[in-house]
């Protein structure tokens, strides 16, 4: 069973895309035992208590570290990196030039997943956030064009918009503004940066299954209107989520997981 070695899971706020990446971090986890399977967000606030409940290895980062390692590699020397990070002149810089602190960033990410050990799956930033932190690539190989440094954005443009090892997962709930707004995201992924994506449409009521005569007239309408968007924006009804009724997140996560893992061929290397 061959997965991808990068899923970025990303959509609008508040669609259910930190609870779904750590579903699909378990999931991967259990199904393929000979990888280390890592849930990585950029969101510096993640709710830890939730993670370690869920027994999931994270990836532990800040900007400062990832681009002191960066330059203790570059350089062969952790004390020389530090010192660097630590001066006035490199503080001022990253905060005049914050991309350039994303850009190794996801650099670290991408070094992390390119080892045939691992997969990495990542809670990325809402939709304008994760666009622009792609684009940073291209930005600093028009900055650095030549040098080690350009050559290390290369290999990261290449694993990046490589199908056969990043997979773009967009979570959506059903309503017009947020399915629109997901697949725009879709479709701007796959002219720019070729990026191919799964489409996920969270909370879908019409999967659950209501006694004929004791359905709510409200449920009702938002059943038909639920039909009626899968059918103006063919949505793919196979990867649409029920809409899940548990008291904790934990137990929500672990629901997830298991719709994920029946529905795992879609996550899966061609």
């Known amino acids: 069973m061959k997965f991808k070695d990068l899923y970025i899971v990303t959509g609008k706020g508040g669609v259910g895309k930190t609870l779904t990446s750590l579903a699909l971090t378990k999931s991967l986890t259990e199904l393929d035992q000979n990888k280390n399977v890592y849930f990585f967000s950029f969101e510096q606030n993640a709710d830890k208590d939730l993670i370690n409940k869920l027994n999931v290895n994270t990836v532990e980062l800040t900007h400062i570290s990832s681009v002191q390692e960066y330059i203790a590699r570059k350089l062969n020397s952790k004390t020389i990196a530090k010192w660097i990070v630590s001066t006035s002149f490199f503080n001022a810089l990253f905060d005049m030039v914050p991309s350039f602190g994303q850009l190794i960033f996801l650099g670290h990410i991408i070094d992390l997943a390119r080892d045939d050990r691992n997969i990495v799956v990542v809670d990325a930033p809402a939709s304008g956030h994760l666009l622009s932190t792609i684009h940073s690539p291209k930005v600093f190989k028009d900055i650095f064009k030549i040098g080690p440094i350009a050559n290390d954005i290369d290999k990261m443009h290449n694993f990046l918009t490589n199908d056969k090892h990043t997979q773009c997962v967009v979570v959506s709930i059903p309503t017009e503004l947020a399915i629109e707004e997901g697949q725009e995201l879709e479709r701007e992924l796959k002219e720019k940066y070729n990026l191919s994506t799964i489409e996920i449409l969270n909370c879908d009521l019409s999967l659950n299954d209501f ?5 709510p007239d409200f449920i009702r309408a938002k059943i038909q209107d639920q ?28 629901e997830l997981t298991r719709i994920i893992t029946k529905k795992i061929d879609i996550f899966k290397s061609k």
């Open 211 to 215: 006694p004929e005569d004791d359905t």
């Open 227 to 254: 039909e009626s968007l899968k059918e103006k924006f063919k949505v793919n009804p196979h990867l649409s989520f029920p809409q899940i009724v548990v008291p904790t997140q934990k137990e929500q996560v672990e």
